[in-house]
């Protein structure tokens, strides 16, 4: 065992990524097995103490679709080729499935692994239709494959977390205004810190584009053009919308449009274009009736410059800032949209929703030291051996009484030194190490040992469970504690 | 909205297999589009209700390996090939992942879909081994990918729920105790009934050979029989050994150890063998410990026929059966195993470990109807919309303050009958309704439905939280609630 425990947790935040941890391997280590057991590019792998608050994220994000009624549903990792190109436009970056044929050549599946949740969903939808009950409201927190090139917090395989609500026919717009509240209750359980969501309604640049004669497909071009430059860079958006066909007018009001701060601001500037208002008045309802759902106003943002570039979004769409952070682009995005699952049912169901891309945000938030890992455990007591010639049977008992209160708990039952038993819980970041030898046991108790504040007590075992829960917190509430920074 | 809600439920438990849904549907309905939306052959999809109870299964026994001090970790849906096929005998099952080139074939890729988390394991281990605290004890519950024959109950994606315990260069014997317990929270907290672990040690087998003169693969290949035929096919058993090569001495001794009841009955037939006897000694400290750790005895079976099919297995095997339903086969189990890694680093990494395979459990649970599926909600209160003109924005805050209070809440916002927004709660399996219109609002009131009992009373809205909770449990309850039959 390392002695030097302390030197270790300094790199810990650098060393989470697997392609790290490998290199440093490297270095102080000589390999010599054949076999290439190194990260695999884009596939990122966590430490135990990283996948603890992985998870804890994971479980607020649950909690919190819960806590709005979504239920939750997963779909297979495959898919049939057929429906994950149904919708186009990512057939490039799709991993398929073979399977090993004897002579070393791969024989091709009809199957390849899903990109996102989103096409899962509409086949899903289409597939189950009879048996689901309409408005029809899920989350489904998996992996999913993308194989473009990884780059430093862009993977191919990684966590999306969608929540949606699709209608069989028709969703009233009133839903719309559920995403916001439902954002702003999975950020503000995971820990982020300051966020706003932004919203808009694609209505308003579609209903302007149409009344300047703009159709189609070139009205999803225009908006990915508005999507891709924003704000950001308004002559760049100005020469292309203008290279894309729009007339010197149009493109006047779109950039007048944009920034506008409010809602009646940006209808006064729509004055004479009803599809547009239209969208505009859909808008002021879903804030208002986010509001009134419990969003609070601040964190709701109306941005007119929010386009999104999925072809699929008919209506309201969504992004999220991260204060502080916006450099780091949208962390949680989504839309409505009227027909995502035409191409495979021929029935269309009406839907909106949300996704948050877990993995690049957990990955960013360790980055940029928002949260910090903490144990490498998700035990509160290391029961150590002293004497185990003795004692053996009394640790393991004592270790039982502890999980029956439901305190996770660990017995050391190798037969180390008490100090390196020690030296391990610390490691580990057990908060308690549990230490008896026969000076306690002649008494009927124990040592509790606080490796936080390296403080120490001897109790009485028939007061162990209280002893411990006043140091940890009552039973329950161990595995769900944050460890955040 | 079909009108018969109750008729559907009937039909519900034949339905969970996407692949009868899909039956079904095709007999009532023209499918227009021309993309192949059918179930996947092995690849399992259920519906909310069933996901639900999966996911109810998978907290729990998450928390019972949590309750044991394991960690969680999750290792890449795909590994290199020459990783996978670094132990051998899975090749043919596996999955590969392919890039889709531009000319339509596919580009090989290096890449497979783990089969089991065993592998994966290994390598995880051998790639940390520099950042993991030994004896390292983590969990991991995760889907894996298996090309073979889709029948019924046996599934080509499935999850797989392992914990292990892994040493540094060594691990404790005592160990191997831990995992009957584990196995029995687990088990326990999950519901399938009264359960028995079976326990044997591979030395006792492996060690009667050895005495006759087996050895090495010879070995290997002798204990793979006895799995095979077990004590089931005694006669059988004692043919294929013989051909195997082992004298007729020896196969007796073999069939008089399988049937013994006790570490100590089976010590007495092994009088001379001292390599088989110190594996029944081995045994007998398990079984002993593992008792101290608090296991049932009466849940616990020393069973010599006990043998595992696996080839890397060196000690402790482990076997578990659900009592009623021993046609179901072994529903969870592992062993000891001392060089997985040598293929890998070049080092010893022993350990123990368990896998319970989870998605054929679930499966034969519903089947059995051990366990029903139940509500398609997590929500506990539908509020519903009898005036949405005048209160549209009251029914909005009334949803806002339960989830205020963490209870799981859903606000119906179609513009449909009241009646059919019961009948939706009903169908969804909300156990109640909030129903309110001018005559209650006037009042500062709601009613409560509740859509179990069929009763219905008018609360305050002041105490509209105590109310619900009063009804359903206090809030925290919700999400844990168990859907069993």
Same mark, same amino acid.
């Given at each position: 065992?390392?002695?030097?425990? /302390? ?7 650098? =060393? ?8 440093? &391997? ?11 057991? %190194? ?18 994220? @994971? +479980? ?19 898919? &049939? ?8 436009? $990512?057939?490039?970056? $799709? ?41 029809? &409201? ?25 929540? +949606? ?10 839903? #719309? ?117 419990? $969003? ?42 009227? +027909? ?5 049912? %021929? ?8 996704? @948050? ?27 150590? $051996? ?29 037969? #180390? ?45 028939? +007061?162990?469970?209280? =002893? ?14 944050? /460890?955040?920074?």
């Amino acid at each position: 065992m390392p002695p030097h425990p /302390r030197r270790r947790s300094a790199t810990a935040v650098a =060393s989470y990524e697997r392609g790290r941890t490998r290199d440093q &391997r490297l270095k102080g280590h000589s390999v010599t097995a054949s076999v290439n057991i %190194g990260p695999i590019s884009g596939f990122p792998e966590w430490l135990p103490e990283v996948r603890i608050l992985e998870q804890t994220l @994971i +479980d607020r994000i649950r909690r919190a679709y819960e806590l709005f009624g979504f239920a939750p549903i997963e779909t297979p990792a495959a898919e &049939r080729l057929e429906v994950l190109t149904s919708k186009g436009g $990512m057939e490039r970056q $799709m991993y398929s499935l073979g399977r090993p044929a004897e002579d070393g050549a791969d024989a091709v599946t009809s199957l390849g692994l899903h990109f996102d949740l989103t096409v899962p969903l509409a086949r899903y939808v289409a597939s189950h239709a009879e048996e689901l009950v309409f408005p029809f &409201r899920r989350y489904q927190i998996q992996k999913v494959w993308r194989g473009e090139r990884a780059q430093r917090g862009r993977f191919r395989e990684f966590y999306q977390c969608d929540v +949606d609500i699709v209608g069989d026919g028709s969703l009233a717009v009133a839903y #719309d205004a559920e995403m916001p509240c439902v954002i702003n209750s999975a950020f503000g359980a995971i820990g982020v810190g300051e966020f706003r969501v932004h919203v808009s309604n694609r209505k308003i640049l579609s209903g302007l584009f149409g009344a300047f004669g703009i159709e189609g497909e070139q009205v999803a071009e225009a908006l990915r053009l508005v999507d891709k430059y924003g704000m950001s860079d308004r002559p760049r958006l100005a020469a292309a919308l203008q290279e894309h066909g729009c007339e010197p007018k149009l493109v006047d009001r779109v950039l007048d449009v944009l920034p506008a701060g409010t809602v009646e601001e940006a209808m006064g500037l729509l004055e004479g274009f009803d599809a547009a208002r239209e969208g505009a008045t859909e808008l002021r309802d879903v804030l208002d009736r986010a509001v009134q759902l419990g $969003m609070p106003a601040e964190r709701l943002v109306a941005d007119f410059s929010i386009a999104r570039g999925l072809d699929y979004y008919t209506g309201t769409v969504y992004e999220t800032f991260v204060a502080g952070n916006q450099d780091w682009g949208s962390v949680c995005s989504g839309g409505r949209y009227d +027909d995502l699952t035409l191409a495979l049912s %021929g029935r269309a169901y009406p839907g909106v929703g949300i996704s @948050i891309g877990l993995t690049r945000l957990l990955y960013l938030l360790i980055q940029s030291r928002t949260l910090q890992p903490g144990a490498r455990t998700p035990a509160v007591v290391l029961v150590t $051996m002293q004497d185990a010639e003795r004692y053996f049977d009394d640790y393991l008992a004592l270790g039982h009484r502890l999980r029956g209160s439901g305190i996770p708990t660990e017995v050391y039952m190798q037969p #180390d030194a008490l100090r390196d038993q020690i030296t391990y819980a610390v490691r580990k970041g057990f908060p308690l190490a549990l230490i008896a030898g026969s000076r306690e046991f002649d008494d009927s108790a124990v040592t509790l040992r606080d490796l936080r504040e390296r403080s120490q007590e001897t109790v009485r075992i028939s +007061d162990l469970i209280p =002893s411990v829960t006043e140091r940890v917190g009552p039973p329950g509430t161990f595995l769900k504690r944050a /460890r955040h920074g």
